[in-house]
């Protein structure tokens, strides 16, 4: 069979993702890995989830067994409703979609608002997996530079109003960066997207992963304490439970969410019945407020020992992200480094990371890299950028 010439022409426009490809040697024993976003496995609440799944089979295993609703087992839409109503944004469960992760809202959301050549502005750089998600459906990324406070916002308003339709961003501790979104940005970006009818869809997987400062308002409820429904926000169970369960969700308004449902009908019909009714067994027993102060210490404590090692252990022309949450510090070393040549000897020397030119649309950021501090022990994590900053210093 002649396979090329039967793919449909959007496959070309599907790129292997590196960081799938390094996480096959990140599973090499002795591999110190700063490379995948994984979460602490070893922080996983076990015990709590094997509870939640046996009172589940206890009390409604056949409802939770059977086929359900596209739209998400109306519990958990009811309990993500609550959790992210506020006195200016009400919201209900028609409010609410639930996803296979939040890679699946972003998928279903690609389906219905992206056309060939839709414009769409994101941060340079940004989720690798949004841009692999978004292209084959033809979008042509606007790439907007991030700094320490975020997406640069006077960029995005020095745009053509033509090329404002949509805009995706990550305020809270952003993958790659780290970085999060000012307040005041925060502010200036809804008054831009308000003014300009922009649809900003807000990717908050790392929100609840705050170690240090105050909450920042999300973006969607700076809009709708403007009375403005601009932003659809997606979020996931992924990185505050498990990514295992695959769950994840959308919140928007009902007339987006009942275009998603028929997009989700045709891609799985539902997400795993099971799975959600063990999640919110597990979420209406106050299992997060229990496990998130842990899971949040155990990350500022991974996240000083990366930054203190970095301070330690790197050139010091080499600079890098101070991120309050989240799971990732980006590095910027100096001109002229080779990463790419950095990565092939790291992996030698059992480390592994991401190039962070992986995560520009425009292929820049040639001399930086993304590291994940969640993964690994303190003591691991200081080996490993030991290491890495002995093949900087040669
Ligand atoms: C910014 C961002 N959004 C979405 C996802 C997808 O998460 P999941 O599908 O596991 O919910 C990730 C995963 O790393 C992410 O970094």
Redesign the pocket.
Known sequence: MNWPARFARRTELMQRSAVRELLKVTGRPGMISFAG?LPAAELFPVEALEAATQRVFASRARPALQYGETEGVPGLRDWIADRFSSASNPLTRDHVLITA????A?DLLARVLVNDETPVIVENPT?L??LSAWRPFGARFIPVAVDNDGLQVDQVEALPESESRLLYT?PDFQ?PSGVSLSHERRRQLIEVADRRQTLIVE?V??RALRFEGDELPSLMDLASGRGSAQVVQLG?F?KTLA?GLRI?WVLGEPQLIDKLVLAKQAADLHTSTFNQHVVLEAVSSGLLEEHLPRLKSAYRERCDAMLSSLRDCFPAKASWTQPTGGLFVFVTLPEGVSVRKLLAEAIEQNVAFVPGDEFFCDHQGSSTLRLNFSHSAPTVIREGIQRLGALLEK
């Open positions: 976003g992760g939040a890679q699946q972003l989720y997996a949004f990550i993958n990717d997987a790392y996931t992924s990514p994840g």
